[in-house]
């Protein structure tokens, strides 16, 4: 949700950096050194911070999925 990128602990990349939409994105919890997921970004990360609400990154796969389980491919 786009208030969890834009809160306190979230963070977005500058104007100057903007992802668009359609992006591969990793997705890290606040005090974790490694991505807890990976998604694909539903607006532009400017979009993200003007509307605010709703989905900004659709989740691909996070921790502890079966993708993430799996013991060889």
């Known amino acids: 949700m786009c208030p ?7 963070w ?12 591969v994105v990793a997705v890290h ?3 974790k050194e490694h991505a807890v ?6 607006l532009d990360t400017e979009e ?4 605010n609400k709703n989905v900004g ?3 691909i796969a996070c921790l502890g999925d079966d ?3 799996l013991k060889t491919l």
């Open 29 to 31: 919890a606040e005090g």
């Open 37 to 42: 997921g990976i998604g694909i970004t539903k």
């Open 67 to 69: 993708l993430w389980s």
């Open 4 to 10: 969890g990128l834009t809160s306190a602990g979230g």
């Open 12 to 23: 977005l990349p500058p104007a100057e950096e903007a992802l668009p939409a359609g992006t």
């Open 57 to 59: 990154v659709e989740t």
């Open 48 to 51: 993200m911070k003007r509307i």
